[in-house]
């Protein structure tokens, strides 16, 4: 019975991993495609192969959906990139968090001038005090700050303020050095230490 239970436990976990994955996919491809979040619940689901009771059950509303969506598709893509750079290379690590933004800049435009915007931010705290907690990301010095929650609040609040003016410059695919060079200008302000400290700039490498 143990056995039957835990096999029945793990089949239903693969079915809500399968029906998140395919909202998620559903409404990075929509928004990226009309350039909005005004998408109907419908639309959604049936992008997604699944009922309007299954977006309600998983998410609430819509808006939360859309934020879970940024979130999975930063934790895939990009997050996986920073274990991979040189622990003390924060301009690369930065870069391709931009490039990242880039390469979906209609799908995270239509997030932030639409209304799950707040939604998304405060997923984006969550997100970011999680990869933290995994893996330092080095910002300040190595003493830390005090309080990491309102730390990791005032960071990502401030850098979406930031990546919002970029995202909303250009009507086409943003530069990622641009953004690059701004957030590291302030890092290197609120730190106190200078640009070249960050690391040398390896564009080159990376295109």
């Known amino acids: 019975m143990r056995e039957e239970s835990a096999r029945a436990a793990a089949a239903g976990d693969r079915r809500v991993h399968r029906t998140r994955a395919a909202l998620f996919a559903a409404a990075v491809r929509l928004v990226s495609e009309h350039g909005t979040t005004s998408i109907s619940v419908t639309e959604l689901a049936d992008a997604a192969g699944v009922s309007r009771q299954v977006v309600y059950l998983h998410f609430g509303d819509r808006e939360s ?33 931009a490039q990242h933004l ?6 995270f435009r239509a997030l ?11 997923a984006a705290v969550r997100s970011f005090e999680a990869l933290h907690g995994r893996a330092t990301v080095p910002v300040f010095d190595e003493t830390g700050p005090p309080d990491a929650a309102v730390t ?5 609040g401030g850098a979406m303020a930031v990546i919002d003016d970029w995202l909303l410059a250009d009507a086409h695919e943003p530069d990622p050095q641009i953004l690059t060079d ?7 302000y609120l730190g106190h230490r200078p640009p070249a400290t960050f690391g040398s700039g390896l564009e080159s490498d990376i295109r």
């Open 152 to 156: 990791a609040t005032f960071l990502v």
């Open 102 to 107: 880039s390469r979906y800049h209609r799908f």
């Open 65 to 97: 959906l859309f934020a879970a969506a940024a979130m999975d598709l930063a934790e895939r893509e990009l997050y996986p990139l920073f274990a991979e750079l040189d622990q003390g290379s924060l301009r690369m690590r930065i870069l391709s968090a």
């Open 112 to 122: 932030v001038t639409g209304p799950c915007a707040f939604a998304v931010r405060a």
């Open 182 to 188: 701004r957030l590291l200008a302030v890092i290197a």
